[in-house]
């Protein structure tokens, strides 16, 4: 028996080593960083395509051509929609620093038109339907969100963090500002805002096998006033009461202060439920983010009482009868900004310091659960404080999940300190943690982030619920295949560890850190190494006017019991592939379709699954500052 210990040590020592080794290998410095070297030059003889570049007023990414890196196979392109663009967020408007903005002007880009060639427009059925059906958004809806005002002037960063703050709404989906110098006076320019709405009317249509269907009507942009109204209807055969019903409504930048209020009721479990039981739920969130490193406060207020309902008369023996309120508040200020505003505001280099109450409180709670600790059926009280080191500036790229349109990659740093104190079932323990960023980005056009989570809680002289994440997540640069293919790779590890167990739920592969589409929790335990990986195949060819990117995958997962030797742990794979494809002249988002393969067999979890997802948006995380919390394992907070 000791020798066979002293066995599964020795491979529990390789196997660490291995792979420290491969994660050590992927923190070696990398050569090209934007933040020390300048992107490359453009070659003055690379062939030019007739017609799109000869005025930057028809294309609007021609302001920033000088801060583009493009490959030799790119430059010569015929499709503009095909060019590739990695620039520095604030290089176009460093010319411009210091001059005093004389007015701003807004042009909202209808369905039928696209940022590389404004003058050209495509009507057909769909285009002319999204216009009768969809109010652009109002003038002063932009106006409000925007961070400098006529007769101040330029500060290049500023102006960066707000394009990016734009693209970001909710109803907008690219966005482009301009400066143009006024003739006659040299010390003043003109701002254009260019934006382009999504198509915020929505019908979604949610099928739970044969026996009940969900319908949601939404509207992201009503009467064009950032304001979001959603109703939702349910009708189900098996279920009692038969129908249910929810309502959600939502207003961005409440008063021109930046924060979003979120109000809703249903009850056919669509809120902010913690349990596992259908739940009927009441909310009202209003949310302050940080929109610029150079804003004061962030904050937000989260209320929410939720009742379980047995919609499907389970025996008590099999349902669980619960009700709870959930208080959430927290704010937080940036130090020091005055300090830097008066010295030099091309400093990037902050400290944000906040705190947070957070109340879960149960007004029937599961029998079973009242007398023992659980991840989810427990009073829950915490006071958090948290002091935030950060330096984020912005790329505009291309082709990482959008179809052209531009996207914002950070790069720099993200250091939080959190401590404070946690109450659950009347056990108040001390928590400590640490969670480190850090974000790179090439002029080839490889975006990198690392990361170190790490926490844990003392009881008496006992460390307890000590947790560990680290990890990497790697977009390659963008490889051609001549002009018609520009393939992106992706890739992400991760390692996960939970020590001495009291409140934390099991790491467990149904969340984007185990397998995608994995559908089933009974797979859990206290230590997790794993991998996502995916190739993305960006097309040229247009059917119909669809954009096609195919693509393909592959996961694994090592999932180690408390209990188990390592060498003798869970190896968990999947396997699969799909289409997606989109079209920006089209009232549809992005449509993908997925084929999925899990070869080893898992009690919940089918082979294959075959899935039809629609109107996707995805966005690469651009928050600055998150609000204080203990380190979560099983949801990407990243």
Avoid at 29 to 49: F, I, M, N, R, V
Avoid at 509 to 514: A, K, P, Q, V, Y
Avoid at 600 to 627: A, C, H, M
Wanted: glycine share 8%.
């Amino acid at each position: 028996m000791q020798l066979e210990n002293q066995e599964e040590g020795k491979n529990l020592v390789r196997t660490v080593f291995r792979f420290c080794l491969f994660y050590g290998l992927m923190f070696l410095p990398a050569s090209g960083l934007w933040a020390q070297a300048a992107p490359a030059a453009l070659d003055s003889s690379a062939c030019k395509t007739p017609g799109v570049r000869s005025s930057w007023v028809h294309n609007i990414f021609q302001q920033a051509w000088n801060s583009i890196y493009r490959s030799p196979a790119d430059s010569c392109g015929y499709d503009p929609e095909m060019e590739l663009l990695n620039a520095r967020s604030e290089d176009m408007f460093k010319p411009f620093a210091g001059k005093y903005i004389r007015r701003i002007q807004f042009m909202n880009l209808g369905f039928e038109r696209n940022f590389q060639d404004t003058s050209s427009r495509i009507s057909n059925l769909s285009t002319r339907l999204g216009d009768a059906l969809h109010q652009n958004t109002k003038d002063w809806v932009i106006r409000q969100n925007l961070f400098l005002k006529p007769g101040q002037q330029v500060q290049p960063y500023i102006l960066a963090d707000n394009e990016r703050f734009l693209r970001n709404l909710d109803f907008i989906q690219d966005a482009r500002i301009l400066l143009r110098s006024v003739p006659g006076s040299p010390d003043s320019v003109d701002m254009l805002v260019f934006t382009k709405d999504l198509f915020s009317l929505k019908v979604v249509l949610d099928n739970e096998g044969t026996n009940a269907v969900k319908a949601r009507v939404s509207e992201s942009n009503f009467l064009g006033m950032g304001q979001k109204i959603q109703p939702t209807l349910m009708y189900s055969r098996i279920a009692n009461p038969a129908f249910g019903y929810g309502f959600e409504y939502s207003k961005n930048n409440v008063g021109g202060s930046f924060a979003q209020l979120t109000a809703g009721y249903n009850n056919i479990d669509l809120g902010p439920a913690i349990g596992y039981e259908p739940e009927a739920s009441s909310y009202l969130f209003v949310d302050r983010p940080l929109p610029s490193p150079y804003s004061h406060f962030a904050g937000g207020f989260q209320w929410s009482a939720n009742q379980a309902i047995n919609l499907y008369n389970l025996p008590d023996s099999q349902w669980y009868d619960y009700a709870y309120q959930v208080l959430d508040l927290w704010g937080g200020y940036n130090l020091s900004l005055n300090h830097i505003m008066r010295s030099d505001s091309g400093v990037r280099d902050r400290k944000f310091l906040s705190l947070r109450y957070y109340r879960q409180h149960f007004n029937e709670a599961p029998a079973s659960f009242e007398s023992r600790f659980d991840p989810v059926y427990n009073n829950k009280e915490a006071l958090l404080a948290q002091i935030t080191f950060f330096r984020q500036e912005f790329i505009k790229t291309q082709y990482l999940y959008g179809f052209g349109i531009t996207e914002d990659v950070p790069y720099g740093y993200n250091v939080s300190l959190t401590a404070g104190g946690w109450r659950q079932n009347g056990l108040l323990r001390p928590y400590a943690g640490l969670t480190a960023d850090y974000y790179t980005a090439q002029a080839s056009g490889q975006f990198t982030q690392y990361y170190l989570n790490a926490g844990t809680m003392k009881n008496g002289n006992r460390l307890e619920d000590a947790t560990l994440m680290l990890g990497f997540s790697r977009f390659g640069r963008v490889l051609f295949s001549g002009n018609d293919v520009k393939i992106r790779p992706y890739l992400r590890v991760t390692y996960a560890r939970i020590f001495n167990p009291l409140i934390y739920a099991p790491l467990r592969l149904n969340n984007t850190f185990g397998l995608r589409e994995f559908g089933s929790d009974s797979a859990q335990g206290f230590e997790r190494i794993s991998f996502q990986s995916e190739a993305t195949f960006f097309t040229r060819y247009k059917p119909l006017g669809f954009r096609l990117a195919p693509f393909v995958y592959a996961d694994g997962a090592l999932l180690r019991d408390e209990q188990e030797a390592f060498g003798k742990s869970a190896f968990y794979t999947s396997f699969g592939g799909g289409l997606r494809t989109h079209n920006a002249n089209l009232i549809f988002g992005t449509i993908e379709v997925k084929l999925c393969f899990f070869p080893r067999p898992v009690e919940g979890q089918p082979s294959f699954k075959f899935l039809i997802s629609s109107d996707l948006r995805y966005r690469y995380r651009t928050n600055y500052i998150q609000k204080p919390d203990i380190i979560q394992l099983n949801a990407d907070e990243l």
